[in-house]
């Protein structure tokens, strides 16, 4: 793959520029400049905390890679296509444990900042 860290993130990602630019701008610990319409406080808030729960989304999925006993053949996967520990950890490459609920009881269980993780994800589940 060739380009920039924000054709990177837009392919891998799926994301648009908009929000690979943000993403990327907050790894960085970039804060952006909003020009025209605003953003209302509450909406601003939202996206805040959306962003939050799924930073603590992509830590678990790379924590369970990292250490988890069933990441054997998923690291056995990764590492016969080309990708070695310091790009798993550069990417925050993860690993997604067998069963449908372990990141929702990891999310709904605790810190960090609990309330907010749980309201957000109520929130976003919402129609």
């Known amino acids: 793959m060739s380009g920039d860290a924000i054709s990177f993130l837009r392919e891998t990602e799926h994301l648009d520029f908009v929000a690979a630019v943000e993403q990327l701008a907050d790894r960085l610990g970039i804060e952006l400049r909003r020009t025209g319409g605003g953003e209302d406080p509450a ?15 992509a830590e678990f999925f790379h924590d369970q ?34 069963g449908r609920n372990a990141l929702a009881r990891v999310l709904l269980a ?10 957000a994800a109520a929130r976003a589940a919402a129609p």
């Open 65 to 98: 890679l990292l250490g988890s006993p069933h990441d054997g053949p998923a690291r056995t996967y990764l590492r016969g296509r080309g990708y070695d520990r310091e790009l798993v950890e550069k990417f925050q490459i993860g690993y997604a444990p067998p």
């Open 43 to 57: 909406e601003r808030q939202r996206r805040k905390q959306l962003h939050a729960l799924l930073e603590r989304a």
């Open 110 to 119: 605790g810190p960090p900042d609990a309330d907010a993780d749980a309201d």
